[in-house]
């Protein structure tokens, strides 16, 4: 892509958007990003397709409205730069105050994962009470060893979960957590109610392990690729708002730059108001089973 917004991308961004300001503001955001050559978007992505569904689907919510038009287009460029696709639930849109926050599912963690092409393949697993199962260390990096499970075990006590990864070149990475230290990670989520978790246990505990494998994968890649590099930046700025030591932080409009740091557009402080939907209310009303919000 040249260093002059591709015309084909700018007909679609403005063809996808109705409402000119917010347009512009993402066109913006990819001009900056094309410039550094920071912007590339999957062969099999219609960016323009995206973006009218991911916009439909914002102003036609009634919780939603209200939202600066700064912060649409901020929380649609994060949505495209990462490759997400509404239709496939990998994302979902949360309104705190004025600003309006784009937060990933289950499969957008996941689907992010195998686009950057640093991940082959992602599962994960639950341990519960009576299983065998045995942890290792391997070249200096815990590993699972053994699980052995049964079909009645699943309706014993969680006691932990795991992730596994299968890289590229074949190599498999691990992350395992106690069920102590998920509910640790859970308790760093925005709402502190737990109706999610406390009704599809299973499902919370692997996306827990599988967004902190994510993480530890992309934050530890050695990959000189501009386009991974800002999928990746994008992922992680979009991560921390999930947390409720962000909250404060995520009141203050922010906007892209090219070298991948989220700058305050002002130092005044906008209202201290959020929204009353806890973001795993939001999320049960559309996948309850994986869509909530709450880790690493």
Not at 41 to 59: C, H, M, R, T
Not at 157 to 180: F, H, N, S
Not at 229 to 240: D, H, K, Q
Request: glycine fraction near 4%; proline fraction near 3%.
């Amino acid at each position: 892509m040249s260093n002059e917004l591709n015309k084909n991308l700018k007909n679609e961004v403005s063809a996808a958007i109705g409402n000119t300001t917010i347009a512009d503001s993402i066109l913006k955001n990819f001009t900056q990003l094309v410039v550094a050559e920071q912007l590339k978007f999957p062969d099999n992505y219609n960016v323009g397709n995206q973006l009218k569904l991911a916009y439909l689907s914002i102003i036609q919510n009634p919780d939603l409205t209200g939202c600066t038009p700064t912060s649409i287009g901020q929380a649609l460029t994060e949505f495209a730069l990462q490759g997400l696709e509404v239709d496939k639930k990998q994302v979902y849109f949360i309104k705190f105050g004025n600003q309006l926050k784009m937060f990933r599912s289950y499969f957008g963690d996941v689907a992010v994962a195998y686009r950057t092409e640093l991940v082959k393949d992602i599962k994960a697993m639950v341990v519960y009470r009576g299983d065998k199962f045995e942890t290792t260390i391997s070249n200096d990096e815990e590993v699972v060893a053994f699980h052995k499970t049964s079909f009645v075990n699943r309706d014993n006590e969680i006691i932990g979960a795991y992730a596994v990864a299968t890289l590229p070149d074949g190599a498999k990475r691990y992350c395992i957590m106690t069920k102590k230290e998920i509910e640790a990670n859970w308790n760093k989520s925005r709402s502190q109610k737990r109706e999610v978790q406390k009704e599809f246990p299973q499902e919370m505990a692997k996306r827990t392990v599988i967004r902190r494998l994510v993480k530890m994968l992309f934050n530890t890649a050695n990959t000189s690729d501009n386009y991974i590099a800002a999928t990746i930046a994008s992922y992680n700025r979009t991560t921390e708002e999930e947390y409720e030591n962000n909250i404060e932080n995520s009141q203050t409009p922010r906007k892209t730059t090219v070298n991948n740091y989220i700058l305050p557009e002002s130092e005044a402080p906008l209202s201290d108001e959020l929204v009353a939907d806890p973001v795993e209310d939001v999320v049960a009303t559309v996948e309850p089973s994986v869509e909530s919000v709450e880790d690493e």
